[in-house]
């Protein structure tokens, strides 16, 4: 995928992690799989914290706009609770927060009603955004156009699955299992179904500055271009690889020889896809979400590619629906390809439910 | 030792001597005078280091202080009332200590020689395992500070016994005579300055005092007034804070309904930070009309301020195991099904049963990390009081001893003035203080009281 400066980067719309050497390599092609399918130029959106300021309104509309917006906050109350677990009034007053950090530009105090304040959209556009979060219930990851995910913020448009809290985990799993092993720890590790590139770079940071590299894949074109954005903002793209293609398709090269692999794949059964919050269900891409009629579809699929290419000593890390969807994963690991896997284990996320399967690859 | 009225305002109040205990030791007058003049002096003289770093850049400088030049700037602007002042500023000499406070010097003195010369010939020994190695080496160089001004101490005495022979031979030579008296002096100067020296570097330190801090403020009895001035409270740390070039970052803030703060708290990061803001522990109470007040009285409210050092994990011991951590479960099934910006998470120390929740980060990650934080320094505060405790009676009852309940500062605001009931310092500007500045003045005095109680500890413990 060649990146052109005109067609995707405005100067002055870079973002701030990027140093000028690294500015140089956006102008070259990415060294893709010769595997992967034809490339598509897809242009990942800048996150509304870091477009430029070019826009600026006077205090007392802002401070207008802001009690308008919680007007319409406390005004939902819990209707969205009650009809699909979605957000509540105090919720969405913080999100209301949030959205003004990331659009305002200074937060200085003693400012006048009639002084200006510098943004970085325009007044309306709020109006827009806050609009299209409650009454079309537009996930508020995808109205600022970022999500805080451990200690990152990354770039999230639709098309991509907005990283979940509970993946935050599976980084800590890869953590403790390489701080003990240097072997794993200098290998490559496959992050599959990327997305927004998550895992990916979490597990990048991880690793560290030695040899150890990532490949991360996913089938969407919008994934791949918006992972790609988030690598380098966060400058690892010498240590990441992103190939678009279906799950191990891409690495048909690295048979046998993978040291990790770590993957959030969909995993919702589909006769519940229907009946999801509407942040979800409404707006995020079906495909990163649908695992067949018991969920597991991609879930097995991972598991016999598995068995091909990782080395032996290799670690794993799969995120499900929890409960039973963990124990008949760890049932198939054990009864349908035993001897393939060892030390299995089901871990829990912070709300008590087992949804994490890891292990090893003997 | 009486009151008097600066050119400030500035009232200065000192205590009178220090009862301790069951303990009959009770400082000399002589011993204070010397001491505050010491310790006046060294105060003076870091604040001249911490404002002019430019004019003394090599550590020889250090050591002689020249306080013809400096000192009346820096004295003039607060404490100038203080008649010891006076005695010090037309005084070249260092302060010497009493022949009491010597003597028992002097038994540590020797005591840490002969600790060194035995870890010396044990470390001569090649018998000795890595680890017995590693530990004396390790002994060794915690004393060697100490033991270089020892062996610096030691000649400078050699040389004034070396000097006093000469004086008493040359009675009869008049130039020898004098050239031997001038020397005496500067040596005697020196020698005083090696044990004042000395002196400090055996004092007890706080370990915990170069750490970053959590600060918590409480609103006490007063209703919506107490809430309102503890939000003042807070925002007078983050100000003074800001003026020191820490960083402030705020943790949580509880808001009671006239959007005053019922409970916040904040982790205040930066150079030894927790040695400077221990002593706001306690109960600061405000006299002031309330906004809410229609009748223009004047309240009391209270509020409580905790000072708590920051701590890892490693500080306290923190096992996973002992650590529960929640976060809000919806209905749903959480994972890929659920969007939601509600991280909150809570943790709980199993053992002790201490809950943290924070929610207002935008990952849990970090709220997570935050907890974490608050935790840990709050183990660490419970381990420091209860080592506190355990200590001499005579320490549990000095400054800083960390009795939250304790009383510590009086805003009054229509009379417009502070006071630190510790100290008996009184400030004329509330204003002032509210935003900031000047809590120097009361944190200088508190320091240099600590330093006081400190030698007291010191010499009873001998």
Request: cysteine-free.
């Given at each position: 995928m060649n990146l052109s400066l005109s067609g995707v980067y405005r100067p002055h719309s870079l973002p701030k992690l990027l140093t000028y050497s690294s500015f140089s390599t956006l102008c070259r092609p990415f060294c893709y799989s010769?595997?992967?399918?034809s490339p598509t130029c897809v242009k990942p959106q800048v996150p509304l914290f870091l477009r430029p300021p070019i826009y600026s309104t006077k205090l007392c509309d802002l401070k207008k706009w802001h009690d308008w917006g919680k007007g319409v906050a406390l005004s939902i109350g819990s209707t969205f609770v009650q009809s699909d677990d979605g957000p509540d009034s105090s919720m969405l007053c913080r999100e209301l927060k949030w959205l003004m950090e990331d659009a305002v530009v200074d937060h200085s105090l003693g400012v006048e009603d009639d002084d200006r304040v510098k943004m970085r959209i325009g007044i309306e556009g709020l109006y827009c955004l806050w609009k299209q979060r409650v009454q079309e219930r537009r996930p508020f990851q995808y109205v600022v156009g970022c999500e805080h995910w451990r200690d990152l913020v990354l770039s999230v448009q639709e098309g991509v699955l907005i990283p979940r809290p509970e993946t935050e985990l599976v980084v800590d799993f890869v953590a403790d299992v390489v701080s003990e092993n240097e072997d794993l720890r200098s290998g490559v590790w496959a992050d599959l179904g990327t997305g927004s590139g998550a895992l990916a770079i979490g597990i990048g940071r991880v690793l560290g500055s030695e040899r150890g590299r990532v490949i991360a894949t996913d089938l969407s074109p919008v994934a791949v271009s918006v992972a790609t954005y988030n690598v380098q903002r966060y400058c690892l793209q010498d240590k990441i690889d992103l190939r678009e293609g279906s799950w191990f398709e891409p690495l048909k090269d690295m048979e046998g020889k993978l040291a990790g692999l770590v993957s959030n794949p969909?995993?919702?059964?589909?006769?519940?896809i229907s009946g999801l919050q509407a942040e979800v269900g409404r707006h995020e891409p079906r495909v990163a979400l649908d695992g067949g009629i018991d969920g597991m579809q991609a879930l097995l699929h991972l598991c016999d590619g598995a068995v091909l290419m990782m080395k032996p000593g290799g670690f794993l890390a799969f995120e499900t629906n929890g409960e039973q969807q963990s124990r008949a994963l760890v049932d198939y690991m054990k009864n349908h390809r035993s001897g393939s896997f060892c030390n299995l284990e089901i871990r829990a996320d912070f709300a008590g439910i087992q949804r994490f399967v890891i292990g090893f690859h003997q | 030792m009486g009151k008097e009225a600066g050119p400030n305002g500035l009232i200065v109040k000192q205590r009178s001597g220090l009862a301790c205990g069951n303990s009959s030791f009770h400082l000399s007058d002589r011993d204070r005078k010397a001491l505050t003049m010491r310790f006046h002096g060294t105060f003076i003289f870091c604040r001249c280091l911490s404002r002019l770093p430019k004019r003394f850049d090599s550590q020889s400088e250090f050591p002689h202080p020249d306080f013809r030049r400096q000192a009346p700037f820096f004295l003039r602007s607060y404490s100038s009332g203080i008649p010891l002042f006076n005695l010090f500023m037309y005084s070249e000499a260092q302060a010497q200590l009493s022949p009491e406070l010597l003597n028992i010097m002097e038994k540590r003195l020797s005591a840490i020689e002969y600790r060194t010369a035995c870890l010396n010939k044990f470390l001569n020994?090649?018998?000795?395992s890595p680890s017995e190695y590693a530990k004396a080496n390790k002994e060794l160089r915690k004393l060697s500070g100490s033991v270089d001004l020892i062996n610096e101490l030691r000649t400078k005495q050699k040389e004034i016994d070396g000097l006093k022979s000469l004086m008493a031979e040359s009675s009869e030579d008049k130039d020898m005579l004098n050239m031997a008296i001038e020397e005496m002096g500067q040596a005697i100067e020196e020698e005083r300055r090696l044990q004042n020296l000395l002196l400090k570097s055996l004092l007890p330190k706080d370990d915990a005092d170069e750490r970053d801090c959590i600060l918590e403020v409480r609103a006490g009895t007063g209703g919506e007034e107490a809430s309102l001035f503890a939000m003042d409270i807070f925002r007078m740390y983050e100000k003074y804070a800001l003026k020191k070039g820490w960083k402030f970052e705020v943790v949580d803030i509880a808001q009671s309904d006239l959007k005053g703060y019922k409970e916040a708290s904040s982790a205040i990061a930066g150079v030894g930070v927790f040695g400077k803001l221990k002593f706001e522990s306690g109960i600061h109470r405000v006299q002031r009309v309330p906004v809410t007040e229609k009748l223009g009285r004047v309240h009391t409210s209270a509020v409580s301020v905790a000072i708590l050092p920051q701590a890892d994990a490693v500080d306290v011991q923190l096992k996973n195991e002992d650590v529960r951590i929640d976060t809000y479960r919806s209905g749903g099934s959480g994972g890929q099904h659920a969007n939601t910006t509600n991280s909150a998470v809570r943790v709980t120390h199993i053992p002790t049963g201490i809950m943290i929740a924070i929610q207002d980060e935008r990952s849990q990650h970090m709220n997570k990390a935050k907890a974490l934080k608050v935790l840990c320094a709050k183990l660490y505060e419970m381990e420091r009081l209860r080592l506190h405790r355990s200590r001499s009676k005579l320490r549990s009852e000095q400054i800083g001893s960390g009795d939250r309940s304790e009383r510590i500062r009086t805003y009054n605001f229509p009379q417009g003035r502070v006071t630190d009931h510790r100290v008996g310092i009184t400030y004329h500007s509330v204003d002032d203080v509210m935003q900031g500045e000047n809590l120097d003045v009361f944190i200088d005095a508190l320091l240099l009281q600590e330093e006081m109680d400190a030698i007291a500890t010191f010499s009873s413990s001998q």
């Open positions: 010769a595997l992967s399918s969909p995993y919702i059964p589909s006769k519940d | 020994q090649p018998e000795a």
